[in-house]
């Protein structure tokens, strides 16, 4: 809902599609800063307690986005999209911590032969909040402005907070004796590095998405192309993430583990085909469809690069590794949001996209040549 509501909010204050992708580099910059050093504090400390006080720092700014907009605060009149960048990139620290820790405890509360089903359930549930999230805020911001949709957000992150809560806590992992800081930093860098099958899913949905993240410009497309609104945005917005849930659920039924490395090649290149139609189409229900048909394409690569992630990595290593798969989504999703706004401007809206989707495409023909190993992935042989 929020990043709905913020790219909106910014699009009306500047009416310039490179203001859409500052906002994607806000956040990444200070995510990719702080990604290795939450990645050691989530294997070193109690996960849980590392979880709750991020959320609280997420919070807080989502409670100053809201208080931005009151009549009183004249902070966006003098000082204009700067102070929504600010918090955007508070947000961004919060989520570099609360990541790693979200995926070393959710792989401590599952047994290890259900980790490509937990994957899988994990992402259909994380997608039909994705879905809501942008419809509701779409609709609450077209209907009953930006107050509403900034307290609609801070009304469902107290319940999320509730809920985690009662999440019981698991052991703090085993700190091996004698590294330093920079080993312990290094460690999950190394780790990646070594391991082709995981180097190379990450560089697969890094560059991929790089180039054919569209989403950053989807404000625009309903501004310009689409003519349809805030109200529009949110279902355009939410697409991807309802191609994603139904793949999620055909994934639950027949989970891809033997021919892995295929159907991961296979979900990338359907996701750049996807994107690059999208750039030509000006008929809204046919976006639509393009997008949910992105989403569906991009879950396939989701689940699997969770799945062997979790497979591969020790719990010792947990969070380093997800720090690491965090900076690789950091690059691919907020600096392609980047990219895709100046990309934008240097060519012009469509083109630019186009260009992404096309370059996707050529990722996934570089990366099937240079990762036999990945090519090859058969996760049930892992298990």
């Known amino acids: ?60 700014g989502t409670l100053a986005l809201f208080l931005f907009t009151l009549p009183g605060f004249g902070i966006l009149k003098t000082a204009g999209v700067l102070p929504i960048y600010f918090v955007v990139a508070v947000s961004g620290i919060a989520r570099a911590f609360l990541y790693p820790a979200i995926i070393a405890m959710m792989a401590q509360l599952v047994p290890r032969h259900l980790y490509t089903n937990s994957s899988t359930w994990n992402s259909v549930v994380w997608h039909i909040g994705a879905i809501t999230g942008p419809a509701i805020g779409g609709m609450v911001y077209g209907f009953f402005g930006v107050r509403a949709a900034y307290s609609s957000v801070l009304l469902f992150l107290f319940v999320s907070f509730i809920l985690l809560i009662f999440v019981k806590s698991r052991p703090t992992p085993v700190v091996q004796k004698g590294e330093t800081l920079v080993q312990r930093l290094s460690g999950g860098l190394k ?18 998405v790089l180039f054919g993240g569209a989403v950053a410009m989807l404000p625009v497309f309903a501004a310009e192309v689409l003519m349809v609104g805030p109200q529009g945005l949110g279902f355009l917005r939410a697409a991807p993430m309802a191609g994603a849930v139904i793949m999620g659920a055909i994934l639950a039924y027949k989970p891809p583990m ?12 359907g996701f750049g085909l996807s994107i690059l139609l999208f750039a030509l189409s000006k ?29 591969l990595t020790p719990d010792s290593m947990r969070g380093r590794v997800a720090a690491v798969n965090a900076i690789f989504i950091g ?7 980047f990219e895709s706004g100046l990309a934008a401007r240097l060519m012009g809206l469509i083109p630019s996209v186009i260009f ?4 996707t495409l050529l990722v996934v023909l570089i990366t099937s040549k240079l990762s036999p190993k990945l090519r090859a992935l058969n996760l049930r042989a892992i298990r």
């Not at 082709?196 to 899913?201: E, H, S, T, V, Y």
């Not at 992404?356 to 370059?359: A, L």
């Open 331 to 337: 690059s691919s999703n907020e600096i392609g949001s």
């Open 258 to 269: 033997v021919k892995a490395g295929r159907y991961l090649f296979i979900g990338v290149a």
């Open 191 to 208: 780790f990646v590095f070594n391991n082709q099958i995981l180097l190379g899913a990450m560089s697969l949905d890094m560059f991929g």
């Open 283 to 311: 008929n809204y229900y046919l976006s639509f469809f393009l997008l949910m048909m992105s989403g569906m394409f991009d879950n396939i690569s989701v689940v699997i690069r969770a799945t062997a992630m979790q497979l």
């Open 1 to 60: 809902m929020q990043s709905i509501i913020v790219g909106w909010q910014v699009y009306q204050i500047t009416k310039d599609p490179f203001s859409l992708g500052l906002i994607g580099l806000a956040e990444a910059l200070p995510n990719i800063a702080s990604a290795l050093f939450a990645g050691n504090i989530a294997d070193k400390y109690n996960r849980k307690k590392i979880i709750i006080w991020f959320m609280l720092l997420f919070v807080c």
């Open 356 to 359: 992404g989707g096309g370059m």
